[in-house]
């Protein structure tokens, strides 16, 4: 089965500076894809950015990028000029392509303070 | 652009009582899932209908049941509530493309609560 890891369950960063948070997962299949999802205290669930697990080229969007490192199974979210509004849980997810379906497995949050 | 639309937004329920939760999907997404959250936990896949055929099931209790109808609505049956059904319940939908399930969308969620 696979697994989503986030080591750290709560993050600061002061207003305008870059926060990185880390995602570790676990499995057996070769194409599959990741994602960040954001839930803000309205616990809408938001899709801030996606990496297909065959791409090379890490995915940015705006002031989010990634670090993917596919054979270290690690994802990283770059957070760059942060600001009040990325105030957020952030979710780390997986969704497999052939053998798991296209269930979205989550890792367990990290909390993201941003201070003004 | 239209969203996905869950009814009801807040549901209070006693236990052993039933619950039945609907999910609109997106317009021409034809994928339909339901995710629970539970207080301070990341959300956990229940189940999944594609054309309104059940295509993946997770850790649903034998007490909850769900279908997909005719116009891809979906609806989730909760039989005998219990104090740890109270939960934030998400529906997603996704529109099936070429390669494969294409991106979830996910509704505002229904906060179900038991007393």
């Known amino acids: 089965a696979q697994t989503v890891t986030q080591s750290q369950p709560e993050m600061s960063v002061q207003e305008a500076e870059t926060v990185t948070l880390s995602c570790t997962y676990d499995?057996?299949?070769?194409?599959?894809?990741l994602f960040w999802y954001k839930q803000p205290p309205s616990r809408q669930m938001i899709l801030v950015i996606r990496?297909?697990?065959?791409?090379?080229q890490n995915a940015t969007e705006n002031r989010f990028s990634v670090n993917f490192q596919k054979a270290a199974k690690s994802f990283s979210l770059k957070i760059s000029d942060s600001q009040l509004g990325d105030a957020a849980m952030y979710f780390c997810a997986y969704r497999g392509v052939r053998t798991s379906g296209s269930r979205l497995t989550f890792g367990e949050g990290t909390q993201l303070t941003v201070n003004p | 652009a239209a969203g996905v639309i869950q009814s009801p937004r807040h549901l209070i329920k006693e236990k052993r009582e039933t619950a039945t939760l609907k999910c609109y999907p997106i317009?021409?997404?034809?994928?339909v899932y339901w995710y629970q959250q539970g207080p301070g936990q990341d959300p956990q896949f229940l189940i999944s209908?594609?054309?309104?055929?059940?295509?993946d099931k997770g850790s649903i209790p034998d007490r909850f049941s769900a279908q997909q109808f005719s116009d891809y609505h979906s609806e989730l049956n909760m039989s005998s509530l219990e104090l740890g059904d109270s939960a934030l319940y998400f529906c997603?939908?996704?529109?099936?493309?070429?390669?494969?399930?294409?991106?979830?969308?996910f509704g505002p969620g229904t906060r179900l609560t038991v007393t």
């Open positions: 209908f594609y054309e309104k055929m059940q295509s």
């Open positions: 990496q297909e697990a065959y791409k090379q």
């Open positions: 997603a939908s996704s529109p099936r493309l070429a390669g494969g399930p294409g991106e979830q969308y």
């Open positions: 499995t057996s299949e070769s194409d599959y894809y």
């Open positions: 317009p021409r997404h034809d994928t």
